[in-house]
């Protein structure tokens, strides 16, 4: 099919269909729709009840922030010197949080030059550290406390997160060297069950009895579920309601502001991938331009994406029966391979397109050039049906 200037010029498609008929392209492509990631931030905004952060690794595209920004977004979640120079450059009025509870000396250093006020914190070592930098009196300091993980993809309290005694010791210290003592906590990535957040909240309240320190705020965390399953669609609400009402229940009068801190909830469903198929090999294993060591990177540790479309080359959706198949990415590494099977269409063919939904966190930055691939062109799209 031959390109006009019109289609090579193009910089808003109307959906992933118009991109493959128009560009056939050859290597993976993600496509971003702002109009959904603004959607999707007006629910946190209008649903949550609190300050909705966002956590700025989940998907750091420049794009992403500005639009964030024009939706309402006044907060982030920095964990690195590169992304609080990023907000400070492009949302300068903007909160930025410090949670990252492991940090250098010259890490500390750059944060307090940047003029960073929050920080969190999961041991005495490291508030030892922030004790020395960080100057008291309007910077806020939280310890960061785990529990066993309830509901979650899985557990970030395997690298951080304090015991909930060792959290109410440095509230506690914290408190008493004249910093704005909080706490925060995350209940673990894509986490559905809305318990996961009333147990932690609970407990909150415990630690903070245990210092006997009242939390100026409590940071709910990240961990808010994106789209990912055919079919059964996070309900955002019923999490943010769950929170509310335990904060309320347990703190009563004395009840912390709350933060969020949404990376994958807010980012995730607002991009799609699309892939081209290699090869269909003797009709049973598929070979697809991405994989794992590209966009997909994260799905063996927390699951497919099954939200999929099947294209053929000229935009047409493929209908034949779902079946289970082996998928395999570009590279000649055989970890490079989806985990289990992937349902698709059982008349795919070479040249086809997947589409594969809720692509948008930990895609664009764990993206690597592994074996010569990893070329990842993005486009803005109206929508993505």
Partial sequence: ????????????????????????????VIVFAPTILQ?????????????????????????????????????????????????????????????????????????????????????????????????????????????????????????????PELAAELLKAVAERGYVASLTFHPGTQCVDPAAWEHYIRTAREIADMAGVRPRRLNVGGGFPSWRVHGVEPDLPAIFERIGATTAEVFGDDAPQLVCEPGRGLCADAFAIIARV???????????????????????????LDRIEVLTPEGVARTGHAAGRVVFGPTCDSVDRLPGEL??????????????????????VTNTRFNGFGELRQLTVMGLE
């Fill in 1 to 28: 099919m031959g390109l006009t200037e019109g289609h090579v010029a193009k910089t808003v498609w109307e959906n992933p269909a118009e991109i493959v008929r128009a560009l056939t392209p050859e290597n993976p």
């Fill in 39 to 163: 959607d999707r931030a007006r629910q946190f905004l209008e649903g949550f009840p609190g300050l909705v952060t966002y956590a700025v690794k989940s998907n750091p595209d420049e794009a992403v922030i500005s639009n964030l920004v024009n939706a309402g977004i006044r907060g982030f979640d920095v964990a690195s010197p590169f992304e609080i120079d990023l907000i400070g450059r492009l949302a300068p009025m903007a909160a930025r949080h410090y949670h990252n509870p492991v940090r250098s000396q010259a890490e500390i250093a750059h944060a307090v030059a940047a003029g960073i006020k929050a920080w969190s914190v999961d041991s005495r070592s490291e508030l030892d550290k922030l004790f020395a930098r960080v100057p008291a009196g309007d910077c806020e300091i939280s310890p960061r406390f785990k529990l066993p993980v309830l509901g979650a993809a899985y557990d970030f309290g395997s690298k951080f997160g304090a015991s």
């Fill in 278 to 304: 290699k090869a269909v090999r003797d009709g049973d294993a598929v070979f697809l331009n991405d994989g794992v060591y590209g966009g997909l990177t994260e799905l063996p540790m927390i699951g497919n």
């Fill in 343 to 364: 349902q698709l269409p059982d008349d795919i063919a070479e040249g086809d397109y997947v589409v594969i939904h809720g692509a948008g966190a930990y895609s664009v």
